[in-house]
């Protein structure tokens, strides 16, 4: 979660240069030629069923897909501190979802922990009407739909985290990241294809070409990866609420990276965010030995 923060964050000069579902075609298909051996099936795993599937098409095209088209156009039309606001939603979207769709209980201290995430993205919206962008830059008269943009990204990263805990049960994490990131390969090809023959790939700095593979590495392979080993052995509410690390890391990125401003009413709501982590990551003991 905190390296797909710095990405979202990240995202925001990478959406300045290219047109997004360009974008998204070149992160897909870098990641793609990383992630070739991953593709082969292990000869422990049985084969995938016409339902698992479905869960693969699904969880790439909601987690991979529209997630990145959503958060890079929102990213693009507001700033990273205002991405990490939104997203610190994430964790109650997951909690909830994974309640509802698959019976996982919510304990309290989940439940807690989640309630830090809500209070983080409160406290950082009364700091900042528009607060954040690098200083010398306007507040686009788009700010309000990357603002929902952004929200139906949080939506789609509840989707991945619910759908990811079941495929976990028939798909190793490897095999899983190689067959979404196949997945968003296929769904953005035409658009990326169309782009592609009109764009002037001359005019792009080796610094964005670097950034762009870092991205594609990080965002398909790398965060995946680990989200999805993890998933195998916590339950995906309690995952969760980890991604109160995506709004941290993308604000201190927009902060140290992209010369946004981050306040004293900033640092506080990051700060009540890491206690939702704490929550959710100590052992139940200590708190029932108090």
């Known amino acids: 979660m905190a390296l797909v923060g710095s990405y979202v964050a990240l995202s925001k000069p990478l959406a300045a240069a290219f047109p997004v579902l360009l974008l998204a075609w070149l992160r897909f298909g870098i990641a793609a030629a990383a992630m070739l051996p991953w593709l082969r099936k292990p000869p ?7 339902s698992v599937r479905r869960l693969v098409f ?25 991405a ?3 997203m610190a939603g994430i964790p109650a979207a997951v909690a909830v979802a994974s309640w509802l769709l698959l019976r996982e209980r919510i304990t309290g201290r989940t439940w807690a922990a989640v309630g830090c995430a809500v209070a983080g993205i409160g406290l950082l919206g009364v700091a900042k009407p528009g607060h954040g962008a690098p200083s010398g830059s306007a507040v686009t008269g788009n700010a309000l739909l990357g603002h929902l943009l952004l929200f139906a990204a949080v939506l789609c990263e509840a ?12 798909l190793g994490p490897k095999r899983i990241s190689a067959l979404i990131n196949l997945w968003g390969l ?3 090809t035409p658009f990326g294809l169309y782009l592609a023959l ?13 950034l762009l593979v870092f991205y594609a590495l990080a965002a398909s392979i ?26 941290v890391s993308a604000a201190l990125t927009g902060v140290l990276l ?28 200590k708190f029932s030995d108090l």
């Open 159 to 170: 989707a991945y985290a619910v759908i990811g805990k079941k495929l976990t049960g028939s």
């Open 258 to 285: 992209l010369g946004e401003r981050l306040g004293g009413l900033e640092l506080l709501a990051l700060a009540i965010a890491l206690v939702g982590v704490a929550l959710a990551t100590l052992p139940v003991r």
């Open 186 to 188: 296929v769904l953005a």
């Open 58 to 82: 699904l969880e790439s095209f909601l987690g991979n897909f529209l997630f990145s088209i959503c958060m890079i156009y929102g990213v693009s039309m507001t700033s990273a501190v205002s």
């Open 222 to 247: 790398w965060t995946v990866w680990l989200w999805m080993t993890g998933l195998r052995a916590i339950p995906a509410a309690q995952a969760g609420v980890f991604s109160v690390l995506l709004p």
């Open 198 to 210: 009109q764009f002037d790939f001359g005019a792009i700095s080796a610094g964005l070409w670097a």
């Open 44 to 50: 422990s795993e049985a084969p995938m069923t016409p």
């Open 84 to 86: 990490g606001v939104v």
